[in-house]
C-alpha cells in the first residue's frame, strides 16, 4: 500500500472489509469472494488478472 500512500487500515476502509479479511486475502489464506477481488484490483487500478492468476 506504500505507493498508493496509504496504509492497510486506510485500504480497507476504502474498501470497507476488515484488516483481517484482507491479510487473509492477501496471504492466500482464504479466496477473496469476486466483489472484494474486484474492488480490490478497481481500488489499485488494475485488471484483476494482473493481481491473481488462475491455477489449472
Do not use: H, P
Amino acid at each position: 500500500m506504500k505507493e498508493y500512500m496509504m496504509n492497510q487500515k486506510e485500504f480497507c476502509n476504502m474498501l470497507e472489509v476488515s484488516q483481517s479479511t484482507y491479510s487473509s486475502i492477501e496471504s492466500n489464506k482464504i479466496q477473496g469472494n469476486i466483489e472484494n477481488i474486484l474492488a480490490i484490483a478497481k481500488a489499485l487500478n488494475r485488471k484483476v488478472e494482473d493481481i491473481w492468476y488462475l491455477e489449472d
